[in-house]
Structure formats: structure tokens, C-alpha cells
């Protein structure tokens, strides 16, 4: 009979975070990617300078630092929290993404 502990549902919990966090950010990642190939491709059409790739660098740079932030939360306590903050981050990061490649290739 094995018995319940709280050390190793601790650890596998505090494992499982990292493992979604590291999928949230192969998705933004992905997200990013794929407008910076669209931003390249208007920059080539309309003449655009290195300046429209600004929010996508942002978010590079910014949604890592979400992920250590919410880790910070999730190591509190704040589980939930922690899981809606990255999923929300990682939401509003990818529409706005997307809102700014439109904005570029809209008359």
C-alpha cells in the first residue's frame, strides 16, 4: 500500500508547471515565428523597415519573463493563477501579434 505525501505531490506538481510552461512557450514561439515571416513578407511588398519587427521582438523577449513571473506565483501557492496568467499572457501576446501583422498589410 503506498502512502500519500505531499514532497511528491509537490515535486510532480512544480514538474508539470515547467512541462506546460515549456509548451506555452513553443506555442507563442511558433506564434512569433510565423508573423515574423509575415512581417518579411510585407516589409518586402510595401518597403517597411526593420521597425515593424518591434512587437514581435517584444514578445520575444517579453513572454519569458511572464513565464518567471508566474512561476514566482505558482511557487507561492497560486496555482490557478499561475496556469490563467500564462494562458491569458499567452492570448493577448498572439492576438496582438496577428492585430499588428494586419495593421501592416491593411490599406
Do not use: C
Not at 515549456?22 to 510595401?46: E, N, P, Q, R
Not at 506565483?73 to 491569458?88: I, Y
Request: hydrophobic share 55%.
Amino acid at each position: 500500500m503506498q502512502y500519500y505525501s505531499d514532497q511528491t505531490n509537490e515535486s510532480i506538481a512544480k514538474l508539470l508547471f515547467m512541462l506546460f510552461q515549456m509548451v506555452m512557450l513553443l506555442i507563442v514561439y511558433g506564434f512569433v515565428y510565423t508573423a515574423m515571416v509575415g512581417v518579411k513578407l510585407a516589409s518586402a511588398k510595401y518597403g517597411l523597415t526593420f521597425m515593424a519587427y518591434l512587437p514581435e521582438v517584444l514578445a520575444v523577449a517579453g513572454y519569458p519573463v511572464v513565464l518567471y513571473r508566474t512561476r514566482k506565483v505558482f511557487a507561492a501557492g497560486n496555482r490557478l493563477r499561475a496556469v490563467a496568467w500564462s494562458l491569458a499572457w499567452a492570448s493577448l501576446i498572439i492576438v496582438l501579434l496577428y492585430v499588428h501583422l494586419d495593421n501592416l498589410v491593411s490599406p
